[in-house]
């Protein structure tokens, strides 16, 4: 239906020097710890964690300082042994703050005391689920949606399959890759896990066919067992959007605005499922993660590094940037984001820290000549030129009419527009604005609401006493 992909649209982005050639034959280093962490309370889709140590506590190794913020919501550990330097707000990769805990390492790297499932397979859904959320473990492909939630469809919602993303469809990025080939066994394991908690007998792992060793090794450690398959996916970007897997393996559509629940399906990354056997087989809470640093590196690689390292320290690790660098991006080449400052730290989402020279340099923008490029590559059918041209004209009204909600902010719009416009930015600026104006209606209904509710007191109030006079 779609040639020789699986979804409508998407592209194959073009890859610069360091691209996934280089690093997916270097296997996954240890970064040693730094001399301070500066561990984000806020790491995660939901209400921010909430912070439950103060200046000068000494904290371990896998300590919770930070309390889940409600149901969805994680809580966030200390990544190294030490004492907190102070609670303080923080940049994040996307240019907002929140507050964060600040730990000076005292390089002892003293953990909290763990406890190891010897017999997972004892465990209720319960005990698993609850296993996995003390862990703070969040969606480790970048959407760092909380876990348990994912392990808890509500009522109404059945779940029949369990789907893993192996894509790691954006360029350079080779974390997973690594992961995939270097913890095949682990992740099986994570993947039976997750079964056990969402009561489903089938698994379905997605990986594109330029990764034929990870295929192997995932088809070698599932061998024998029952329900869970390795499926050889075309290599095609979006390939790793929920939605766009989901049609590629099931061929399931998830409606507008809804999510996998909506279909039975559940999409967790390989990097997810491992994190959950480190929690449920070693008592490990989320204290790292793999991350591809790339580009324009004097030593890039993939590097296991602690949450809360500042990329400044970590690039300084790898042996700096080349000269001609331009750009510093948190993410991938077409997902990723600038980083204006350096002292911005690794979190739980942090896939990938690349270098870019001129090619990352953004072209002036020319006028749109109504090509259909844009038409052609959107993986979520969206109509790119229309939606910006009512975006630019501050007609949002119509440009959510036109779907831009359901942008999932892929790039492939921006990426081959012969114009250079950059659409991906004009999608996410639209939808800010968007979900501002519905606070600030939700807000003045709630105002006006309760200002009624109030007079109508006032006016019993009135009566009851005109009564009692009477």
């Known amino acids: 239906m779609f040639g020789t992909h699986l979804f409508p649209g998407g592209t194959h982005p073009h890859e610069g020097p360091g691209g996934k050639k280089v690093n997916e034959g ?12 500066i561990i984000p309370l806020s790491q995660h889709i939901g209400a921010p964690a909430k912070a439950v140590v103060k200046k000068d506590d000494h904290v371990l190794v896998g300590q919770v300082i930070g309390e889940a913020g409600g149901f969805v919501s994680a809580p966030v550990h200390a990544t190294v042994s030490g004492r907190v330097e102070a ?3 923080c940049m994040l990769a996307n240019g907002t703050s929140c507050d964060a805990v600040v730990i000076e390492n005292d390089f002892k790297d003293e953990w909290i005391e763990l406890h190891p499932t010897d017999h997972a397979e004892t465990l209720t859904a319960d005990e698993l689920r609850e296993i996995i959320r003390n862990a703070g473990i969040v969606g480790m492909g970048g959407a760092t949606f909380p876990t348990m939630v994912k392990l808890n469809p509500g009522e109404g919602k059945t779940i029949e399959k369990l789907i893993i993303n192996g894509a790691e469809c954006e360029p350079y990025l080779t974390a997973d890759h690594r992961l995939m080939l270097e913890e095949a066994g682990r992740i099986i394991d994570g993947i039976h896990i997750v079964m056990t908690a969402l009561n ?35 290599v095609r ?16 559509v998830v409606p507008a605005g809804g999510l996998p629940l909506d279909v039975g399906v559940v999409v967790m990354n390989v990097g ?36 809360g390292t500042p990329i ?38 942090s896939s990938g820290i690349l270098a ?18 844009c038409v052609r590559t959107c993986p979520m059918k969206l109509m790119p030129s229309s939606m910006d041209a009512y975006i630019r004209k501050e007609r949002y009204e119509d440009a959510e009419k036109l779907g831009v909600m359901n942008c999932i902010s892929c790039g492939a719009c921006t990426y081959v527009c012969p114009a250079k416009r950059m659409l991906t930015q004009s999608f996410q600026s639209c939808k ?27 006016a019993n109030e009135s009566a009851n006493d005109a009564k009692k006079e009477g």
């Open 87 to 89: 609670v303080r707000p």
């Open 272 to 307: 997810t499922v491992f994190a959950v056997d480190q929690a449920v087989r070693e008592g490990r809470p989320l204290v790292d993660r793999v991350t591809t640093v790339g580009g324009l590196v004097n030593n890039p690689g993939n590097y296991r590094v602690r949450i």
């Open 200 to 234: 489903v007998t089938e698994a379905v792992i997605g990986v594109e066919n330029n990764k034929k060793d990870a295929i192997a090794a995932l088809q070698d450690a599932c061998r024998g067992m029952d329900g869970i398959h390795v499926k050889e996916l075309p």
């Open 237 to 252: 970007y979006p390939q790793g959007g929920e939605k766009q897997l989901i049609y590629a393996i099931t061929k399931r």
């Open 26 to 37: 270097n296997q996954i280093t240890d970064v040693t710890a730094p001399f301070r962490v």
């Open 356 to 373: 870019l020279g001129k090619e990352a340099i953004e072209p002036d923008e020319g006028p749109c000549i109504r090509c259909g490029r």
């Open 312 to 349: 400044s320290l970590l690039l300084d690790a790898c042996g700096g940037v080349k000269a001609e660098t331009k750009k510093i991006l948190s993410g991938g080449p077409m997902m990723g984001l600038a980083i204006n400052d350096l002292e911005v730290p690794i979190t739980k989402g």
């Open 432 to 458: 800010r604005v968007i979900n501002l104006r519905k606070k600030q209606a939700a807000a003045r209904a709630k105002a006006d609401a309760e200002a009624v509710a109030a007079q109508q007191t006032a």
